[in-house]
């Protein structure tokens, strides 16, 4: 017996369930802050700590009923915001590959509507429980006739319709958060990208265009099944392997998380300047380790193109921020269109001294042949620190929607490094 | 001339398809028995065999329709794993995928059928009492199993789903949603609450409160009445027995 299915779909249905989170999250936080001048202030931090556990409790409730877009917005949340205390960030981690599945009936009712027929008349065989959980939907096993096995990525129905109700939904909820006027450039690239990933059929195309182009070793992707992919039913060969977070928690040896880690950085450094195109949704869910270590790609419901301009542009970054010349500095980023055209002596002056900082902090990851993770487990933290210094400045920058994308990918990148406490070798014949 | 069983259902399903064709093109009133036994190659008198009336021709559909989703239910490969839930939902979806070829049909006499006022005929008794039966099997299946506690009132619980489905049908029929994913989210939206209501056992709480309204309210009316009676039926004896010679 699968667990029960209660989803709410209605918008008025989604808004109470999101209502009701809101209100504990609400509630939970007035009891903290009617208590806040009665605690002595050694407990003060034990009386927040709890409150966020509370709150993160009730956020996932909240996001786990809701499913699809909510499912999908707490995997980009956990990944991106660092503004959660990590007590929430534990939770919504969580939502990467555990979540209640659609019931089966649904599920064979959203097959039979694309294919116009039961899918037992498609398929050799059918296994309407879900094995995983997608982005907007859920992957089911499945063989075909020539006793290929399948996996199946289907859709929730009117799921479209939803995402518009989420969203607004979503702004309400994130409001007893600090810092949730931060996120409204994150939520507003989470929409597009939503819309975008519930077209299965640009889905199956990006499929086709990573395994013609990536070709690496240690590198596995699946083949689509064009003709039984349909808007909402992708169809492609079943990919062997654990999702990474999964892998992890198996107690994998040193040598087998470095040469995980090498390898995910082989795909990104190799997608990004040699096919100008990245898969930009780096969740631990969406890697699949096998046995031998090789490396499963799945969900290219994101991906990110670019100008192989803006990569010519950016490849030059690192080293002139790493090197320190000032001048150099602001003329990428003018070049980049990341910066205000003018800015004042004083203000120049300050942003570079961040930028040094920040500089600095890169480069002592390519100080040595082989940076330690596991030997430096402040290392990511010192970095957000840098970013956060800049941040002071941001009213001087330009948010360029590439940049966004690219840092978001490296960033979740060098969090599963550091996830992996692994050892790895960055240089790289792009960048230095 | 002698037919074996086969060939029988055969003509049936090939006089229903032919009602439903011809229902389409030219609307129930003109349609005539001759015509559709003439385009279901079948002889102008054999069809009375099958359906006396043009009525019957509907209500045959019907639980033709019934048996349909039946036997494509017994096909969905892991079918005994269902639960109740499930079962459901895949005989209203079931149900309905039938109905899709021939929503015209469906649209133009459904209402007629389904939304009779009493007295319900015997065609249409008919097709209620076939899907009550598969109702019940879903549920004797769910109780055995343990999924379910065994519900007081059964027979209302049934009629209730019965009632549901010709509901579902209606919207399905109102819904211009694309591919009608309206109706799926429907089914599956309200599924979960009727579900979980009888889980809690909510039915029975009402019924029993219901009776209990029914004991304490009715009833004694009724007594009263009773009360009236014996009083009447005083009278009446007295009268009867009324001596004239006294």
Redesign the interface.
């Known amino acids: 017996?699968?667990s029960?299915?209660?989803t709410?779909?209605?918008r008025l249905?989604r808004g109470i369930a999101y209502g009701g989170t809101a209100a504990r999250i609400g509630g939970n936080y007035l009891k903290y802050t009617a208590r806040k001048p009665f605690i002595a202030a050694e407990d003060r931090d034990e009386a927040r700590r709890s409150m966020s556990e509370k709150c993160a409790e009730d956020l996932f409730a909240g996001l786990c009923r809701l499913k699809g877009t909510a499912l999908k917005i707490a995997q980009m949340l956990s990944l991106e915001l660092d503004i959660f205390p990590p007590e929430i960030r534990r939770e919504l981690e969580k939502s990467y590959t555990d979540v209640p599945p659609m019931?089966?009936?649904?599920a064979?009712?959203v097959l039979?509507?694309a294919y116009g027929e039961?899918p037992?008349k498609v398929f050799a065989?059918?296994?309407?429980?879900a094995f995983a959980a997608a982005s907007l939907g859920q992957v089911h096993r499945a063989m075909s006739f020539d006793r290929k096995p399948l996996a199946l990525k289907i859709q929730y129905?009117?799921i479209r319709r939803t995402i518009w109700d989420d969203i607004r939904l979503l702004r309400g909820l994130l409001k007893p958060f600090a810092g949730n006027k931060a996120l409204e450039p994150a939520i507003h690239e989470i929409q597009n990208r939503l819309i975008e990933e519930t077209d299965y059929l640009a889905e199956a195309a990006n499929i086709r265009f990573f395994h013609d182009n990536l070709c690496l070793e240690d590198v596995r992707m699946p083949q689509v099944h064009e003709d039984l992919c349909t808007e909402s039913v992708l169809c492609m060969s079943f990919l062997e392997g654990q999702a990474l977070n999964h892998w992890l928690a198996t107690g994998p040896s040193q040598e087998a998380r470095d040469s995980v880690a090498q390898d995910l950085n082989n795909i990104f450094l190799h997608s990004f300047y040699e096919l100008n195109c990245i898969h930009a949704d780096p969740n631990p869910g969406n890697y699949l380790i096998g046995e031998d270590l090789t490396i499963g790609l799945v969900d290219f419901g994101c991906i990110k193109r670019f100008t192989p301009d803006f990569v010519r542009q950016y490849q030059r970054l690192p080293k002139i921020i790493m090197q320190g010349s000032k001048e150099k500095y602001f003329e990428a980023l003018r070049e980049m269109e990341m910066v205000n055209g003018d800015l004042d002596r004083k203000t120049e002056e300050a942003i570079h001294e961040c930028a040094y900082t920040f500089g600095k902090w890169l480069g002592r990851m390519f100080e040595e042949e082989y940076f330690d993770f596991n030997a430096h487990p402040a290392y990511i933290k010192e970095g957000k620190e840098a970013i956060r210094s800049m941040f002071k400045y941001r009213k001087y920058f330009i948010m360029n929607p590439d940049i966004l994308f690219l840092d978001r990918t490296r960033y979740g990148l060098m969090r599963i490094f550091e996830q992996l406490k692994c050892r790895i070798s960055l240089h790289n014949q792009y960048e230095c | 001339m002698k037919i074996g069983v086969k060939q029988k259902a055969e003509n049936r399903r090939a006089i229903l398809d032919a009602a439903v064709d011809l229902m389409i093109e030219k609307g129930y009133r003109s349609m005539t028995m001759r015509a559709v036994a003439r385009k279901a190659g079948i002889g102008d008198a054999t069809i009375y065999n099958y359906f006396p009336t043009k009525e019957s021709l509907i209500h045959g559909y019907y639980s033709e329709a019934l048996d349909t989703a039946e036997r494509s239910m017994a096909k969905v490969e892991d079918y005994d794993q269902f639960d109740l839930r499930e079962r459901l939902q895949l005989l209203m979806e079931t149900i309905l995928e039938g109905y899709l070829g021939d929503r015209e049909f469906v649209d133009e006499t459904f209402s007629s059928v389904f939304f009779r006022p009493i007295p319900v005929d015997k065609g249409m008794r008919a097709i209620r009492s076939r899907f009550l039966d598969i109702v019940k099997e879903q549920f004797e299946a769910a109780v055995e199993s343990g999924e379910l506690p065994d519900l007081m009132l059964k027979e209302l619980v049934y009629h209730c789903i019965w009632d549901y489905f010709v509901a579902v049908t209606l919207y399905w029929l109102r819904d211009d949603s694309e591919q009608f994913t309206n109706t799926t989210v429907f089914i599956d939206k309200s599924l979960d609450l009727g579900y979980t209501m009888l889980k809690a056992g909510v039915l029975d709480k009402i019924t029993s409160l219901a009776s209990f309204m029914f004991k304490s309210h009715i009833l004694s009316r009724v007594e009263m009445i009773m009360e009236e009676r014996d009083t009447f039926n005083r009278l009446k004896d007295e009268f009867m027995s009324h001596d004239v010679t006294r």
Do not use: I
């Open positions: 017996m699968t029960r299915d209660e709410p779909k209605g249905a019931n089966r009936s649904l064979r009712k039979s509507t039961q037992e065989s059918f296994d309407s429980t129905p009117a």
